[in-house]
């Protein structure tokens, strides 16, 4: 545990739009029968652009509170409950889930329901490593591998052995998903942006049928990782459990490398970058690709990859569109928001540039 007093990695004091009554969140934590004590440090962090994330701790409690941002929400997006219940559900088969505490389903706590649970220490890569954490290529790589093996560990997951399998939607997930994201963008498209028509059509076109059901993450990145204090190639906690569900696996790792920066790609998207997938030892998103049906048995042409990849890209861009609609209506004061926008616009140009490379 860490002591109070100390500021956590990625984390700063509340935003004072993002604030909240702890004093409601005491008393409703007692009735679950976790009393915090009567000095809580609340800190935010900042690492995310969709769910609000914060610390408390008491000098006893470690924990971690969850709940949606305030503004226009995409129908299904920051559900609470959802989260929630995917975390529990994982609990006795996938150990990097962090335990769960209590969910707050009465919205007259703090405005929203909110979940609360243990934080998991370690290291969690931001856009780069933290000071003081200096891996060689070798440790750089031998992080990457493993990270990738705890996806494959997850998409190995027996769905039907947990209170999960009722997600398990059937066959069509990838026409959903593409019909389900195109829908989306569409709802939060603002009059500065373009309308990713033409890959939209694209997709619907080329979309292949499903290659199987499995527990995927959906949101599967470094920043989304925790990493072993004492050996930071070793992953003991994954986050965000936001967009998990039970769907096709490639379009799991498409998502993934839709954040993959490597260090040959041009000026903008190397700014975009929100993960150190660019420091010396990291795959390039083709090796990463390999790793995977290597791990999984899997065979892949990479005209058929090309579907994954623009989607990946695609859904990222639909994200940024999300993100920035609420800064475009005033829905947040937040100025990191307003840098969604050119980003929503870049994503769509680089689909459409892959799928002109065909």
């Not at 200096?134 to 990738?148: F, G, H, K, P, S």
């Not at 994954?308 to 937040?334: D, K, M, P, S, W």
């Amino acid at each position: 545990m860490s002591e109070q007093g100390t500021t956590l990695e990625g984390a700063s004091p509340v935003r004072e739009e993002d604030a909240f009554d702890l004093d409601a969140v005491r008393r409703w934590l007692a009735e679950q029968g976790t009393e915090l004590g009567q000095e809580v440090e609340v800190q935010q962090f900042g690492g995310g652009a969709s769910n609000l994330t914060y610390s408390l701790r008491d000098g006893h409690h470690d924990l971690i509170l969850r709940r949606p941002p305030a503004g226009q929400k995409a129908k299904g997006a920051h559900d609470m409950t959802r989260e929630h219940r995917v975390q529990e559900g994982l609990a006795g088969v996938f150990p990097l889930v962090p335990r769960m505490i209590a969910l707050c389903t009465d919205e007259s706590v703090i405005g929203a329901d909110f979940y609360v649970m243990e934080r998991v220490d370690g290291v969690i890569p931001r856009r780069d490593f933290p000071p003081g954490l200096d891996l060689d290529e070798a440790q750089v790589r031998q992080l990457c591998t493993n990270a990738l093996d705890v996806l494959v560990e997850l998409h190995a997951v027996d769905v039907d052995q947990t209170p999960l399998a009722a997600m398990n939607k059937g066959d069509g997930y990838v026409e959903r998903q593409v019909s389900g994201w195109s829908r989306r963008f569409r709802d939060a498209r603002t009059d500065d942006v373009g309308d990713y028509e033409e890959v939209m059509g694209w997709l619907e076109e080329h979309r292949p049928a499903d290659v199987g059901h499995c527990l995927i993450h959906n949101d599967f990145r470094f920043d989304n990782l925790v990493l072993d204090r004492d050996d930071p190639t070793r992953v003991v906690g994954v986050l965000d459990w936001e967009m998990a569900t039970v769907g096709d696996p490639l379009m799991d790792l498409g998502g993934t490398l839709g954040y993959w920066v490597q260090a040959d790609d041009d000026d903008f998207f190397l700014q975009f970058r929100r993960q150190p997938t660019t420091a010396p030892g990291m795959l390039t998103r083709q090796e990463v690709v390999d790793y995977y049906l290597e791990r999984t048995g899997r065979t892949l042409t990479p005209e058929q990859w090309r579907f994954y990849e623009v989607f990946g890209l695609f859904r990222l861009g639909v994200i940024a569109q999300q993100i920035y609609y609420r800064y475009f209506h005033g829905q947040t004061t937040n100025e990191v928001y307003a840098g969604f926008g050119p980003a929503a616009r870049y994503l769509e140009q680089r689909c459409r540039a892959i799928i002109a490379a065909g």
